[in-house]
T-cell receptor, first 116, second 110 residues
């Protein structure tokens, strides 16, 4: 297990299309997070799973966005009816909880979405 | 919203020099973390400092935390070309959500 894997690395889509990204976390990590990063900014929190339960969603996550983590393993982030403002790097991260000795989050390399 | 704010926004130094960057934040935290991001890639965790710690070292990295001033600093000693990257501080207040600043872009000149 070499880290957090995200696919695809790049996605170009036309406005109005739906897109889905996949994240495979480190297998021992029970927590999984999605962040969004635009150019020149730090990542912004989108949502968080503990095992298969989605426990928190940011207000940034409009109703066009949905995330799932079936069986507490990989996760998918779907954006419906994409808009140009959705263009960003979508980062997935995984971790243990603080109570289990978490030192930091392990991030994937991200999926860069361009909506044209 | 971004809680952390790094200063300076950009830093250019000669190889072998030290690089210092600062982070200020607004609310109480459990811990503060520093991450590095190379251009177009994911973030790499560098170091975590808990709210009851004042200083922490890891290799060429030294982090300080002053909770009374709500600020932290990251010092990279004896910088190398490979240290060229963006550096982000991230505060952990809720145990599940990191709040990042906009980052400091560090360029190390050979």
């Amino acid at each position: 297990d070499t880290g957090v894997s995200q696919n695809p690395r790049h996605k170009i889509t036309k406005r109005g299309q739906n897109v889905t990204f996949r994240c495979d976390p480190i297998s021992e990590h029970n927590r999984l997070y999605w962040y969004r990063q635009t150019l020149g900014q730090g990542p912004e929190f989108l949502t968080y799973f503990q095992n298969e339960a989605q426990l928190e969603k940011s207000r940034l996550l409009s109703d066009r966005f949905s995330a799932e983590r079936p069986k507490g393993s990989f996760s998918t982030l779907e954006i419906q009816r994409t808009e140009q403002g959705d263009s960003a790097m979508y980062l997935c991260a995984s971790s243990l909880g603080l109570d289990r000795g978490r030192e930091g989050y392990t991030f994937g390399s991200g999926t860069r979405l361009t909506v044209v | 919203s971004q809680q952390g704010e790094e200063d300076p926004q950009a830093l250019s130094i000669q190889e072998g020099e030290n690089a210092t960057m600062n982070c200020s934040y607004k609310t109480s935290i459990n811990n503060l973390q520093w991450y590095r991001q190379n251009s177009g890639r994911g973030l790499v965790h560098l170091i975590l400092i808990r709210s009851n710690e004042r200083e922490k070292h890891s290799g060429r990295l030294r982090v300080t935390l002053d909770t009374s001033k709500k600020s932290s600093s990251l010092l990279i000693t004896a910088s190398r070309a490979a240290d060229t990257a963006s550096y982000f501080c991230a505060t952990d207040a809720d145990d599940y959500k990191l709040s990042f600043g906009a980052g400091t872009t560090v360029t190390v000149r050979a």
